[in-house]
C-alpha cells in the first residue's frame, strides 16, 4: 500500500480540539461539512488548501483530548492519505485504524512543510522525494493493514460479518 502527498506539517500537542473546533460541534451529524474545518485552530487554510493525499505530519501526543471518533473521521473525509507524527494519544490512534485512517508514528523532525512524500505501510519506508532522506517507521501488522484495505472496521464487518484477519 504506497501513498504520495505532500506534507502539512504541525507542532506537538494538536487536540481533538483543534482537528475538529468545538464551534462546530452542530456539525457533527454532517461530517462531511464538518471536514470543512478539520484542523482550522491549527492551520485557518488547511481544509480550503491541503489536496486529497496530502498528508498531516505533527509532533508528539497528536490527537489528545476527548476520544470522539469524529476528529479521525473527518481526517479521513477532508482526503489526508495518512497522518505521521512521533507519537498519538491512545484512543485517537486507535479510532484512527479503526475508521480506515492510517497512523504511523517515526521522527518526523526531518519533514517539512510541503516536501512530497511517498511512504510504503507494508515496508515501513517514507522517502522523503524533496530532500531524498528516506524514514523508517515500524511497518504495520498485517490486521491493521486489512483493515485499513477494508475501510476501516465498520467496512470490514460489513465485508466479511466478522473478523476475517
Known amino acids: 500500500m504506497a501513498l504520495e502527498g505532500k506534507a502539512w506539517k504541525f507542532g506537538d500537542s494538536i487536540s481533538t480540539d483543534h482537528i475538529a473546533p468545538g464551534r462546530y460541534f452542530h456539525l457533527r451529524t454532517n461530517l462531511p461539512e464538518l471536514a470543512k474545518h478539520v484542523l482550522e485552530d491549527a492551520d485557518p487554510q488547511f481544509a480550503e488548501k491541503m489536496e486529497p493525499g496530502d498528508f498531516v505530519v505533527a509532533g508528539r501526543n497528536f490527537g489528545l483530548g476527548s476520544s470522539r471518533e469524529h476528529a479521525p473521521r473527518i481526517i479521513k473525509i477532508a482526503g489526508v492519505s495518512a497522518v505521521l ?8 490512534y486507535r479510532n484512527a485504524i479503526n475508521v480506515g485512517l492510517p497512523v504511523l508514528e517515526l521522527d518526523t523532525s526531518g519533514i517539512e512543510a510541503g516536501d ?9 519506508v517514507v522517502e ?17 493493514l486489512k483493515i485499513l484495505a477494508d475501510g476501516g472496521l465498520v467496512e470490514h464487518f460489513r465485508k466479511y460479518g466478522e473478523f476475517n484477519l
Open 85 to 92: 507524527a512521533r507519537s498519538f494519544a491512545r484512543i485517537f
Open 116 to 124: 512530497r512524500l511517498r511512504l510504503d505501510l507494508e515496508t515501513g
Open 128 to 144: 522523503n522525494l524533496t530532500s531524498g532522506e528516506k524514514l523508517e517507521f515500524q511497518p504495520l501488522p498485517p490486521v491493521m
